[in-house]
């Protein structure tokens, strides 16, 4: 199965990684907390929010890693890079 790392991107946090399932290759750039007038650029963001966080929570639905995964790049998964706007 096709895997993706995902760099996401918190700013004055730092960041975290996460190795998800499938190609999510469609969140690249996308920023939970980003503005836009494009109403598909609007459906994209809130898609990622709820493919990260759980809404009704704010749980996040993945374990993120504090290092790179390597050895899950080293073994085809695409990289991802997106994050949190404060």
Do not use: W
Not at 7 to 35: A, P, W
């Amino acid at each position: 199965m096709q895997k993706t790392v995902l760099i996401f991107n918190m700013y004055d946090m730092g960041l975290k990684f996460y190795v998800l399932d499938g190609d999510q290759s469609r969140f690249e750039g996308c920023y939970i907390n980003e503005y836009s007038n494009d109403k598909d650029r609007q459906r994209l963001l809130a898609d990622f929010c709820d493919f990260m966080y759980d809404r009704e929570s704010g749980d996040d639905h993945y374990e993120a890693l504090d290092k790179f995964p390597v050895d899950a790049v080293k073994n085809g998964a695409i990289v991802v890079i997106a994050g949190f706007l404060p």
